[in-house]
């Protein structure tokens, strides 16, 4: 896979490049992990286990539904801290209102698929991502630091449903709509848009703010790692 900075392609240096890219590039075996997983692998190659996909349909759910309180809590960093002249709020609302289509969408998915939303329990891998949102939502978390994990979070998944429409890929019919919603160059655009806001904060920020952002970084990159394992294991 192509991560951006890699000096064969040409890429940008180091002291060109954005924080969260030279992050991609120290992370690459995690970031792949979390972006080739195998269950993204058999949704690409049409093997993957219907089950796997309807359990990641419901706790998916779950986890949308507490991350619009987490993108609602970006935003209102977002106007305290991004400056007036800053995009950021108008990138964050469209987030936002997408979500609406998003959460419209899983219900709807769900009745397609024969599965009830009121009655999905969250796994414990669900609750310790949630977790991990209600922590970045409280007040004293920098501005910086919950860019940048918006940013991961939406990246992972815009670059492993992109990965199931690639060329070469046998993805099945009912499928494809699931990967087109995050998997669509508008979504990626709203990815790089994301990715911007992050640079743009980690540039100002300190030393001990920079470790933290990295540090949710990771977290974000392990946690997509487990949903992803969760759903395909059935854990
Ligand atoms: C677990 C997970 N990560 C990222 C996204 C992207 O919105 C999602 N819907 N679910």
Not at 17 to 41: C, D, F, Q, V
Not at 169 to 178: D, Q, T
Not at 189 to 212: F, G, P, V
Request: hydrophobic letters at 40%; aromatic letters at 10%; proline letters at 3%.
């Amino acid at each position: 896979m192509d991560v951006p900075g890699d000096p064969k392609t040409g890429q940008p240096s180091a002291e060109e490049e954005g924080t969260t890219t030279t992050w991609l590039r120290k992370h690459r075996h995690l970031y792949t992990a979390a972006t080739r997983h195998p269950l993204i692998l058999s949704i690409r190659d049409g093997t993957v286990d219907l089950d796997s996909f309807r359990r990641w349909l419901g706790q998916d759910y779950l986890f949308v539904r507490a991350f619009t309180a987490f993108l609602s809590s970006v935003l209102m960093k977002a106007w305290k801290q991004s400056g007036d002249e800053s995009s950021d709020l108008e990138v964050l609302l469209g987030g936002l209102s997408a979500l609406r289509d998003e959460i419209a969408w899983f219900q709807e998915e769900a009745t397609r698929w024969g599965i009830g939303l009121s009655g999905i329990v969250p796994r414990e891998i669900t609750r310790g991502y949630i977790r991990f949102l209600e922590e970045l939502m409280k007040p004293d978390m920098e501005y910086a630091t919950v860019a940048t994990a918006l940013w991961a979070i939406e990246t992972v998944y815009q670059q492993s449903f992109a990965f199931c429409l690639e060329e070469g890929s046998a993805i099945r019919p009912e499928l494809v709509g699931a990967c087109e919603r995050w998997g669509n160059n508008a979504f990626g655009q709203y990815c790089h848009e994301l990715q911007r806001i992050a640079d743009c904060q980690l540039t100002k920020a300190s030393k001990d703010d920079l470790e933290r952002a990295e540090s949710a970084f990771l977290r974000v990159l392990e946690h997509e790692v487990k949903f992803w394992e969760m759903c395909h294991e059935d854990l």
